[in-house]
């Protein structure tokens, strides 16, 4: 797949092994359209396919990350369908794309500056990390105008930082700086504005020399326990104990180890 051009709605760059998307309507303040969504969906299957790719960071153009959904582009963009109706497709394909990005079986990131709201909000949460610049503000916005998260903020929001920080932020309309959201657990880590991409590819760095096979699975892990009853979970982390058992890059670590040398993974 090739990147977009400069114009295009998500600039799309592969940095080393790093796929960088970028929202591009700074003017918007990078609100989501319909055509953003079928890229971020392209890029998913990208990130899924291409084993160069060990992960994955989202950033916006201009002053903001993003404000949220763009609802005229995607009342305009509609051909059929009462406003409700119009509504819920563009969510529940939106939905789909989040999950996509949620389940990625590689590290991925929200690199945040400016303001980030409502859809936006709903977008960095599917992220396993959200790095901000000193200079970010953080929103659920949607009760200004009456509005309901549809992006799963509803449930993404409140299994990171609790019901009633989410509630307070839902009800209020408030905005959080980056370090009340680092104090609440919204965000991982706070960098200076201009060391904010600089501090998103030293994290990534540190997981890059790990077995790919290895990140993903544990990523599974992580995400199904939330779903599962405990000791479910704990069986199923056995299962997958045994089933990695056989992987090579389990026991080329092992290997590794034993000799006292780097080693050095397949992802498989």
Same mark, same amino acid.
């Given at each position: ?45 990208? !990130? /899924? $396919? ?5 992960? =994955?960071?989202?950033?916006?153009? *201009? &002053? %903001? ?112 700086? !980056? /370090? $009340? ?5 919204? =965000?991982?880590?706070?960098?200076? *504005? &201009? %060391? ?73």
């Amino acid at each position: 797949m090739s990147s977009p051009s400069p114009t295009s709605p998500l600039h799309v760059e592969q940095r080393g092994t790093v796929l960088w998307l970028t929202l591009n309507r700074p003017e918007a303040f990078n609100a989501l359209t319909p055509a953003i969504m079928r890229e971020l969906d392209a890029c998913c299957t990208r !990130a /899924e $396919q291409d084993r160069s790719i060990q992960a =994955v960071v989202i950033a916006g153009a *201009g &002053a %903001a990350f993003c404000a949220g959904a763009d609802l005229k582009a995607v009342m305009e963009e509609s051909q059929s369908g009462e406003q409700g109706q119009v509504l819920r497709r563009f969510l529940l394909e939106a939905g789909k794309v989040f999950t996509r990005l949620e389940q990625l079986p590689v590290p991925t990131v929200a690199a945040i500056h400016g303001v980030t709201l409502a859809g936006g909000l709903e977008l960095a949460l599917c992220c396993d990390f959200i790095l901000a610049s000193n200079q970010a503000k953080f929103g659920e916005g949607h009760a200004k105008y009456a509005q309901l998260p549809g992006g799963g903020g509803s449930v993404r929001l409140p299994r990171r930082i609790g019901a009633a920080r989410t509630k307070y932020l839902m009800f209020t309309g408030s905005l959080l700086n !980056a /370090e $009340q959201a680092q104090q609440w657990g919204l =965000v991982d880590q706070v960098a200076d *504005g &201009a %060391a904010l991409h600089n501090e998103v590819e030293a994290l990534l760095a540190r997981c890059a020399d790990k077995s790919p096979i290895g990140i993903a699975r544990m990523k599974a892990l992580v995400a199904q326990g939330f779903e599962q009853p405990l000791e479910m979970a704990l069986r199923a982390e056995i299962d997958m104990c045994e089933l990695h058992s056989h992987s090579h890059d389990r026991n080329e670590g092992l290997a590794a180890f034993a000799a006292k040398r780097q080693p050095v993974y397949a992802g498989q």
